[in-house]
């Protein structure tokens, strides 16, 4: 079987992002059987206090008082979960930033990239746009790199960079037709994946 490079990407980002949603969850579950402890202690000593002015007045209240702690408690428990999941997926943008600077490991999954787009594109000469370190890359072994990814049909590579941390966008000579196989690009593609992940492993009951 041969190897999809761009498929290992994407499951090395999803085995990554468990494993970094893994490392958050203990913080997570500390933090919120902290707020919980703040929250019943603060009711428990509001609720002796008003028994002794007026029972049915800390009654009252005390239905009142549940209610606030129960919307503070939810709106911060969002907010720490919201946190956990940006801290994971910024992790991942480190972690393509690693695999961007290892060119042993980057450049067959670059070609992989660039060949699945050349796939998708219905057209005989194929300009190929990089970020200004690839294109550094490639000066002088271009065409050797590019030889087989695309049988049949030219990629000629663009002479301007592209703003992007990795990858490839791809389009026809009269830029109709566009892959963005950029890493931006991907993640964009993967980003709901991904968060819907992260939260189903940093808090797996509440779904």
């Known amino acids: 079987m041969i190897n999809d490079p761009a498929a290992d990407l994407e499951a090395s980002l999803i085995a990554r992002a468990e494993m970094l949603a893994s490392e958050f969850l203990d913080s997570a579950a500390k933090r919120r059987e902290e707020i919980l402890a703040e929250t019943n202690e603060r009711l428990h000593l509001r609720e002796e206090r008003e028994v002794l002015a007026a029972r049915a007045a800390a009654d009252k209240l005390q239905r009142q008082q549940i209610q606030t702690a129960e ?8 907010r720490l979960r919201w946190t956990l999941v940006q ?3 910024a992790q991942l943008d480190a972690a393509l930033t690693a695999l961007a600077n290892d060119e042993a490991r980057y ?8 060949a699945a787009a050349a796939r ?12 200004a370190r690839d294109l550094a890359r490639m000066s002088g072994r271009w065409e050797n790199f590019s030889h087989d990814l695309a049988p049949g049909k030219i990629l000629q590579l663009a002479r301007q960079p592209r703003s992007c941390s990795g990858g490839a966008l791809l389009h026809d000579t009269e830029n109709r037709t566009r892959v963005n196989q950029t890493f931006e690009g991907r993640k964009q593609r993967m980003n709901e994946m991904l968060t819907q992940l992260v939260m189903e492993k940093l808090f797996p009951t509440a779904h």
């Open 87 to 89: 801290s994971v997926l």
């Open 71 to 78: 919307i503070r408690l939810a709106g911060e428990y969002d």
């Open 120 to 131: 998708d594109i219905d057209a005989d000469t194929l300009v190929v746009e990089l970020n």
């Open 107 to 114: 450049l067959p999954v670059l070609a992989g990239f660039i």
